[in-house]
């Protein structure tokens, strides 16, 4: 794994890392399903709205370690490699921990704002939630475009950045 110059990574389009974040989306599904059955048999949890915030709280740690050790690990989760997308600090080395740890939980801010307004505006219906974050999370993804590198708002927080990254041939 060779460091590359930051003048010569280039970001990836906007269309392609929202698929890579749909595709990751289908598969932390399945990471999230395994992780929930784990703790309902932990805690012996019957019914779903019981010991629900433990069960929040402890699928924001598994979702910050899935990211903090592929992060860390290579760059670039499953849906990342798919995608052909890195991430990399400023200077174009691998993020340390503490860099993928501050993105992870900067990434939030993909969803907190429309969380909040939706709990401040007492919303109950799904579809209103659901639209809501629709609407905000399009609106966070068109401010990358506002960003001299197009990289998204919690990337120029953390020092961090996207890149398009193609794996080496093959020596045959």
């Known amino acids: 794994m060779t460091a590359a110059a930051p003048a010569a990574l280039q970001t990836p389009p906007l269309r392609r890392r929202l698929a890579c974040m749909l595709y990751e989306g289908v598969l932390l599904f399945g990471v999230l399903m395994i992780a929930g059955l784990l703790y309902a048999g932990v805690t012996q949890q019957r019914h779903a709205l019981q010991g629900q915030h433990g069960l929040q709280a402890f699928l924001f740690v598994v979702l910050g370690l899935y990211f903090v050790w592929f992060w860390t690990h290579g760059g670039q989760t499953v849906a990342m490699k798919t995608w052909h997308i890195r991430l990399l600090d400023a200077q174009g080395q691998p993020v340390s921990r503490r860099r993928a740890l501050c993105r992870y939980l900067a990434s939030w801010l993909w969803f ?61």
């Not at 907190?112 to 109950?124: D, E, I, M, N, S």
């Not at 966070?140 to 708002?153: F, H, K, V």
């Open 112 to 172: 907190v704002p429309a969380l909040v307004t939706a709990w401040l505006a007492r919303l109950q219906s799904s579809a209103a939630i659901f639209g809501l974050l629709a609407v905000g999370m399009l609106a966070y993804a068109l401010l990358a475009l506002l960003q001299p590198r197009r990289q998204y708002c919690h990337d120029r927080l953390c020092g961090t950045q996207l890149v398009v990254w193609r794996p080496a041939p093959r020596k045959r």
